[in-house]
Nanobody, 121 residues
Framework: VQLQAFGGGLVQTGGSLRLSCAASGRTFSSDVMGWFRQAPEKERAFVAAISWSGGNTYYADSVKGRFTISRDNAKNTVYLQMNSLKPEDTAVYYC???????????????WGRGTQVTVSS
């Protein structure tokens, strides 16, 4: 499956952004979808994941209560609503697809194009 994230940008502390990830190439609705991010000089890290039905969601502790992951299988798209953004959320955000919930980015076989999120203080 080919994935491309978009919707990033520059926002002030406390602001909001909604990222989207468009999937193509094979069946999307059966995949667990996840968001990861990589800040400058840091390793890529898990942010959130959502089951194929959308009924189960998973979040990193650092974003719980601020970020919401959702999906629209009819549009082959997964979203990440980010509220109350902080400077430490600054990173390139990537989406990923897998059969299971994956929180270790080393287990992801391929990555699509990410989108830059910059939160100014």
């Amino acid at each position: 499956v080919q994935l491309q994230a978009f919707g990033g940008g520059l926002v002030q502390t406390g602001g909001s952004l909604r990222l989207s990830c468009a999937a193509s190439g094979r069946t999307f609705s059966s995949d667990v979808m996840g968001w990861f991010r990589q800040a400058p000089e840091k390793e890529r890290a898990f942010v959130a994941a959502i089951s194929w039905s959308g009924g189960n969601t998973y979040y990193a502790d650092s974003v719980k209560g601020r970020f919401t992951i959702s999906r629209d299988n009819a549009k082959n798209t997964v979203y990440l609503q980010m509220n109350s953004l902080k400077p430490e959320d600054t990173a390139v955000y990537y989406c990923a697809a897998d059969d299971l919930v994956v929180t270790d980015p080393k287990e992801i076989d391929s990555w699509g194009r990410g989108t830059q999120v910059t939160v100014s203080s």
